[in-house]
């Protein structure tokens, strides 16, 4: 036979051989290996259930900060520079994005923690009111006309009412949309919901009820509306929902829940549901309007409150309208005492935000968990008054014409 084709046919049968894998030697996985790629699995699961499990008791709100704050300069304190802000003793604040917006008689002002000034607006107010919620703040003047929106460290709205028409309230959500509660000639009150653009969806005018507040949903589809007026000759304050789709201005509420015969101080709507603050009750509603709790301190002063908790209410109660005794109740949403503190030095302020809750003495800052657990202390506070808590665990701490943060370490 010639060679050139035995050299072939071996050629064809070498092709064959490569080309049938069942004659290829199988290469056995690396028992090392596999049970490596095992114990990675067991602990990536049970990391996975334990987080799941735990995610209420761990904290990386320090991290959270760390990022938000890093390029902050602080002292071995936490505490940053402070910084000069225009202001007066009837001076309201409110904490947005990390900046703090005040609202004076002479104007707004927004200032990041550093204290650049951002928004400089004069404006005078008799009433000023500061309330902020996610990336939106309002400032504007209780009893007067001018409303003004701030947004992405400017000025992102204006409202300015006629002469005959005053801002008795307003409040935002979290996604931005803001609800007005104005005095109209004609009405009891007018209730004008906005979109995040702030253009107008719906409104709700009252000649038969007085209406006092009003609050939206988290998910805007709600606009809970606080009425106060006589119900079969009986004086009471109610909350009444509307949809914020196609309501016309005489429409009807989906339903209404009666909050005692009481002035309702304050309302708000978060996650939780509604929270109505009274001068002797505290009313939590579920997203219905339905009662899920309720907490009497008929026998106590209120004396000072958050409501900005997650599903909890602070309450500062004592049993004379002065002195230094008091009592921090935390209250939850089935109206129960979730945790109590008695205290007996003079409180100057108190605020909560999501988990924590910050009671500022003449001697220190303490920043608590909702069970009043402390979370971090502070002694040098350096002549604060005031103090805005953030859902990350920092701190505003204000004084009368300064400012600065305080970040636990």
């Given amino acids: 036979m010639p060679r050139h084709i035995i050299s072939k046919k071996a050629h064809r049968l070498n092709e064959d051989k490569d080309a049938n894998p069942s004659r290829k030697k199988e290469k056995r996985p690396n028992p090392v290996l596999r049970l490596l790629a095992f114990l990675l699995t067991v602990v990536m699961v049970l990391g996975a259930i334990f987080l799941i499990v735990n995610y209420d008791k761990l904290n990386f709100d320090s991290i959270k900060r760390w990022f938000a704050y890093r390029d902050l300069e602080r002292g071995d304190s936490g505490q940053a520079e402070s910084f000069p802000f225009d202001g007066d003793s009837s001076s309201t604040f409110a904490s947005l994005d990390g900046d703090l917006l005040v609202c004076s008689t002479t104007g707004v002002r927004l200032y990041s923690a550093s204290g650049q000034v951002y928004v400089d607006r004069t404006v005078t107010m008799e009433n000023p009111v500061a309330v902020a919620a996610g990336s939106t703040a309002l400032a504007y003047d209780a009893g007067g006309q001018t409303l003004l929106a701030c947004r992405n460290r400017e000025e992102a709205f204006t409202l300015e009412l006629a002469e005959d028409e005053e801002v008795l309230s307003a409040d935002v959500n979290g996604k931005g949309w803001m609800v007005t509660v104005t005095q109209e000639s004609g009405y009891k009150g007018v209730v004008t919901v906005y979109d995040s653009q702030f253009q107008p969806q719906m409104q709700v005018s009252l000649s038969s009820r007085f209406i006092m507040d009003a609050a939206l949903s988290p998910d805007n589809s709600t606009v809970a509306v606080l009425t106060m007026g006589l119900t079969d000759g009986t004086f009471t304050s109610q909350v009444e929902l509307y949809p914020t789709a196609g309501a016309a201005s005489d429409a009807s509420p989906q339903t209404t829940c009666t909050v005692g015969g009481q002035v309702i101080l304050d309302m708000t709507w978060d996650d939780s549901g509604i929270w109505a603050l009274g001068e002797d009750e505290i009313y939590h509603l579920d997203d219905s309007a339905a009662l899920t ?92 008054r005031k103090v805005l808590q953030r859902s990350d665990g920092s701190v505003l701490l204000i004084g009368n014409d300064t400012a600065r943060v305080y970040l636990p370490q």
């Fill in 293 to 384: 709790g309720s907490y009497s301190y008929s026998d106590r002063y209120l004396k000072g409150f958050s409501l900005a908790g997650d599903g909890t209410a602070v309450l500062l109660l004592g049993k004379y309208r002065a002195g230094s005794t008091a009592e921090l109740v935390v209250v939850d949403t089935q109206g129960e005492a979730r945790a109590t503190m008695a205290l007996d030095e003079q409180v100057l302020s108190i605020s909560a935000a999501g988990r924590y809750i910050s009671l500022l003495t003449a001697d220190q800052l303490n920043i608590y968990d909702q069970d009043l657990s402390v979370y971090h202390s502070l002694e040098e506070t350096q002549s604060a």
